[in-house]
């Protein structure tokens, strides 16, 4: 099984609005990834979440507060977002092999679409 | 520097016939992995293959296949007997051993199928 899920699927929201967005994976997988991708776009890394820790901040604006309460579920807490941040969403987990594991293959969810007004 | 280059923007193929999408890399790791991903227009990124840089054999799954050639950096995808549910955009990515939790993405080649 190779499934993530995450919801909502679609998200409007406004800019003084607080939301958040799950995702969950029964994979035991140890890495776990938010993106953001805009249309025609590839996905952009966020963060990475490796062993419930944050291991990357892609230098992402503060409006957008990841959490993993445990190794299975990640957060992504959205607040004071801007109209650009518009996007899909993706949440991907992988096995988080050790070093030399260049064959940790990452598996997306279905991404949530949000909207901000 | 361009670290995954597609430059197919756009691609056509008729139902059943094969098509191939180009992948150029450049990297200066010993070790390294290549991935191709399809992503539909519902947003999902579905991984198709993967190709390890030691793997002496072109990966397959199924209708897919990787024509991967080391001293030329290129990873291409080749689709055979297309179907019309094969339209899609087409990512192909890399990690590389020692930036082991990032993918890098191409710009993606957006795929149609035609009856």
């Known amino acids: 099984d190779t499934e993530v899920t995450q919801t909502p699927k679609h998200l409007v929201m406004g800019m003084t609005n607080k939301k958040s967005l799950k995702c969950e994976q029964h994979?035991?997988?140890?890495?776990m990834y938010w993106y953001k991708q805009k249309a025609k776009k590839p996905p952009e890394l966020m963060f990475v979440y490796s062993y419930e820790k944050l291991s990357i901040n892609e230098s992402v604006p503060s409006r957008f507060s990841p959490e993993c309460p445990n190794s299975s579920l990640l957060n992504l807490h959205l607040h004071a977002l801007q109209p650009e941040d518009s996007a899909l969403y993706l949440c991907?987990?992988?096995?988080?092999?050790?070093?030399?594991?260049?064959?940790?293959?990452?598996?997306f969810g279905p991404g949530t679409r949000l909207t901000v007004l | 520097a361009q670290k995954i280059t597609q430059t197919q923007p756009g691609m056509f193929v008729q139902e059943k016939e094969a098509v191939t999408l180009d992948c150029t890399y450049d990297?200066?790791?010993?070790?390294?992995?290549l991935f191709w991903y399809k992503q539909p227009s519902s947003g999902e990124m579905i991984f198709l293959i993967y190709q390890g840089s030691y793997d002496q054999q072109n990966a397959t799954e199924g209708r897919y296949s990787l024509n991967f050639q080391k001293a030329r950096k290129s990873a291409n995808l080749v689709i055979s007997a297309s179907q019309l549910g094969d339209s899609a955009m087409y990512f192909c990515a890399m990690r590389e051993v020692y930036n082991t939790d990032k993918l890098i993405f191409g710009t993606g080649t957006r795929l149609q199928v035609f009856p």
């Open positions: 991907a987990s992988s096995q988080a092999l050790a070093a030399g594991g260049d064959t940790d293959t990452q598996y």
């Open positions: 990297t200066s790791d010993p070790s390294y992995g």
């Open positions: 994979m035991g997988h140890r890495a």
